[in-house]
């Protein structure tokens, strides 16, 4: 996405990029292709760690409730003394 931005006029990486492979110019080529697979491994690493640390999080609220209900449950179902 970003060296298609970079394709249509936006400045960046993409921009970067573009510019190395039109002028021929390797090195700079290179360099940007690099920091934007360096950047988007970061960015893949970063929000999987948070994704996996909300998904756990929504476990533990449902595993929370599960075992309230269930302990309403059983209450309810007593029978009283009459």
Do not use: C, W
Not at 3 to 18: E, N, R, S
Not at 22 to 27: A, E, S
Not at 56 to 68: A, C, D, H, I, V
Request: charged share 20%.
């Amino acid at each position: 996405m970003v060296v298609v931005a970079g394709m249509v006029g936006a400045a960046g990486l993409g921009g970067v990029v573009v510019r190395g492979v039109t002028q021929l110019d390797i090195g700079t080529g290179f360099e940007g292709g690099l920091a934007v697979v360096i950047l988007a491994i970061y960015l893949d690493r970063v929000t999987g760690a948070a994704g996996r640390r909300l998904q756990q999080r929504r476990r533990n609220t449902l595993r929370r409730r599960g075992s309230r209900h269930e302990q309403q449950a059983t209450t309810a179902k007593l029978p009283t003394a009459a």
